[in-house]
């Protein structure tokens, strides 16, 4: 059984008015030896799934087979001192690892969160090529009262990909896009417009392919639903919370985007917490 050791996590929060500007983490390049080495109620999981044939080499030194590991782990320590800052959820940044989709401790913890980058654009030359095992894994996981967080994609072959990898694991649900109506952009922080996240690779400095705001890339949020209603898989489509995670403290990167990525990644995890 997925611990329930943060029921009630909502009287855990700190008191701060819905809808407040998140400012942007002070410091650079901490020693992460300040936090200590206890572990914390709450470890950010990043799930490591079986990449697509062309992708198993990966691109330069750092890649562990495929893209799986995209702005690990500067994105997953970030965010974790956003949780830690406007939160009182018990984590730190040190709490943070990665884990196979079919290893059983998976189903120790209630969130997982997965890079499905495809480079190069248009192709299916790496991102996740689910495995039987894998697909098996995260059905009962999230059937569990798991939530899964998908992000980094873009373009609609992108897309098309996207709707096949999570078509191969709920075969029988619809994928359904979630306008800012939905609670899960209500339980923490106030958001009323899906903020198109930059990603450097794709709109930035790295000679992305698109502009922010180009109307033929509209950000989007779509998710499965549980027979109750309960979101269980989220897919950040034409945006790239990662980096706003990754760059907070580069000075290249705009604030504001930064803030966004913060804002809507606590409110998956409050509502992963609270459903």
Request: proline letters at 5%.
């Amino acid at each position: 059984m997925i611990k329930a050791t943060l029921l009630g996590v909502v009287s855990l929060i700190v008191s701060l008015e819905l809808g407040a500007q998140v400012m942007p983490l002070s410091g650079n390049n901490e020693d992460l030896s300040i936090y200590g080495t206890d572990v914390t109620e709450f470890t950010w999981l990043r799930g490591q799934y079986t990449n697509h044939v062309g992708g198993a080499g990966g691109y330069g030194w750092r890649r562990r087979g495929g893209w799986w590991d995209t702005d690990y782990p500067d994105s997953d320590e970030n965010f974790l001192r956003g949780v830690q800052r406007y939160t009182n959820v018990d984590t730190n940044p040190r709490n943070r690892t990665f884990i196979q989709l079919t290893d059983p401790r998976l189903f120790e913890h209630i969130f997982l969160y997965m890079n499905w980058k495809r480079v190069p654009i248009g192709s299916s030359f790496s991102g996740p090529n689910f495995s039987a095992e894998e697909i098996e894994a995260l059905r009962e996981f999230m059937f569990r009262g798991g939530f899964v967080m998908v992000d980094d994609f873009w373009g609609e072959p992108h897309l098309d990909d996207m709707f096949m990898e999570m078509g191969k694991i709920f075969p029988d649900r619809e994928i359904i896009k979630l306008d800012t109506s939905h609670e899960i952009f209500h339980t923490f922080f106030d958001i009323d417009e899906v903020a198109q996240v930059p990603g450097r690779m794709v709109t930035w400095d790295f000679g992305g392919f698109m502009n922010l705001d180009d109307p033929s890339y509209p950000p989007e949020v779509y998710a499965v639903l549980d027979d109750d209603g309960r979101v269980m898989m989220v897919a950040n489509y034409n945006t790239d919370l990662g980096d706003g995670w990754e760059h907070t403290f580069y000075e290249g990167y705009p604030t504001q985007f930064t803030n966004e990525a913060y804002k809507i990644g606590i409110n998956f995890l409050i509502y992963a917490f609270s459903h």
